[in-house]
Structures are given as C-alpha cells and as structure tokens.
C-alpha cells in the first residue's frame, strides 16, 4: 500500500473517532435501506442539523453513500424537496502498522487452486473450512454456558457469525447475513469462495447441533451468498442479534439497532 493509499485509509478510520458520528455510522450500516436525516437524528438522540453534518462528512470520506428522493412519493410542484438520503458504502477500510497484505495471499492461494482444478484440492478445501467452522461452534457452545438449551445455542450462533463479520439478522424463515467477509475474493473466484464460505458454515451449524437450521447457497444482491434455512421451532425460539452500541457525550448509550 502507498502511503498515499495508507494516509487515506487511516483518516477513514479517524472519521469514526468522533462518538456522535460513530453512532450514526453504525445505525445506518445496520439498516436495510436507506436513511434519512431525520430518521438517524432521531436514531441517535441528536439535532437533524448535526446529524446531517456528520452523516456529510461520513459520505465525504467515502464511508456512505448518498441519493436523493421524495420521501411522500408525490411529484410536481408542490411536492416539497427531494431528502438526502444515506446507505453504507461498499469502502472497505483495513489498516495494519506494520503493513500487511493477506488479501494479496488469499488471492494468490484462491488462483492457485482454481488453475490446479484437481477435485482432492477443493475437497480438501472444503472439509478444511468444515472443520473450522466446527472450532467457531465450539468456542460459541463453550460461551453458552455448562448445558445450554436450544436458544442460548442459537443466540451464541449469531453472535460468533457477528463476531466474524456476517452482520446476521432474522428474516422469515432464514438468519440472513447481511455482508460477506470474504468479498474481495469473491469477484474473481466465486465458485471457490462461495463454496468454502458454504463448509464453513455447514461446520458451524453442525457444531453446534442446531436440528431444522441448514446453511444453503442463496445468492442476492447485497447479501452473502450463503443463508441460514430455519424450521419453524427453530425460527420461534430465534432471538435477535446482539446490537451494536456506542457512546455519546453525557454517558448517553446509542443503540444502532433502533427503529429495526
């Protein structure tokens, strides 16, 4: 990396140093859609004049995304203006001092076994991700508690796939993960990647014994590819995923995951 390039990536970082702006960073990421001035002021318990300050320097550095609509729908004059609105970026920040590069590794390791093609290399890929997914059940089983029941086992599911940058969510019927943690491989070596990212999983659910819960393949835009498939007894004792939490002046707590 430049030092140009490094420069860069540390004063994205240092764009979330400031507690107001963390907070609304971290409440528009996690929605689905996209926000409104209004509605992350209100999130984060902040005027509508500085959350729009923050939330512009957020997009400045590259960190969200912004667009423009009516939010009534109407059109033609009348109408009242279009709101700003903000969605996360798809900017990727990673500082390592020392620098290091191991997407550089992953990405000559990934080539190297989609030019080698033998089905032992992916097999052995494959129950190679299994097996590390099982290590990630049972650090979450051990956390869990001496004898845990079904819920705190699916609690302890989510929170390790948060842990390791799924972004895990409940939808009907599925835990659906809302950023994949390997997608600067995965333009380049779908196949590959999304099938090790499928063990992975497969060896984290087995784990932790979860019956009526599958990981399966379900590509979506803006999701990852893989999916947490529930059973009805499964998706009833579901909890939500741990919320994200920041600190504003005064003490006040900051809960990312209002409005959900």
């Keep these: 990396m430049a030092t140009t390039a490094l420069e860069h990536q540390i004063a994205g970082l240092a764009a979330l140093d400031e507690p107001v702006r963390r907070s609304l960073y ?3 990421a996690h929605r689905q859609g996209e926000v409104s001035r209004d509605e992350a002021a209100q999130a984060v318990g902040v005027s509508r004049t500085l959350a729009g300050f923050h939330l512009d320097r957020l997009a400045h550095e590259g960190l969200l995304d912004t667009s423009f609509r009516r939010l009534s729908g109407r059109t033609g004059p009348g109408a009242g203006r279009p709101a700003k609105l903000y969605r996360r970026s798809g900017r990727q920040l990673e500082v390592s001092l020392p620098q290091r590069r191991y997407e550089l590794a992953a990405r000559i390791l990934a080539a190297a076994i989609d030019a080698s093609r033998p089905r032992q290399t992916r097999s052995a ?8 997914g099982g290590r990630i059940a049972a650090d979450a089983r051990a956390r869990a ?3 845990p029941g079904r819920k705190r086992l699916l609690a302890g599911m989510v929170a390790a796939l948060a842990e390791h940058g799924y972004e895990p969510e409940q939808a009907t019927g599925e835990v659906r ?3 994949c943690p390997f997608q ?3 333009s380049e070596h779908r196949e590959l990647v999304c099938g090790m990212n499928l063990a992975l999983l497969e060896g984290v659910v087995e784990g932790l014994d979860l019956a009526g819960v599958r990981a399966v393949l379900a590509p979506r835009p803006g999701l990852c590819c893989v999916s947490l498939g529930l ?3 499964t998706t009833k004792a579901m909890v939500r995923p741990p919320k994200v939490r920041a600190v504003l002046p005064r003490g006040q707590g900051v809960d990312a995951g209002a409005g959900r």
């Design 231 to 233: 059973g009805a007894r």
């Design 26 to 28: 971290f409440y528009v």
């Design 177 to 179: 993960l809302r950023n």
């Design 145 to 147: 508690g001496s004898r």
């Design 125 to 132: 890929l494959r129950k190679t991700a299994r097996r590390i």
């Design 184 to 186: 600067a491989l995965v």
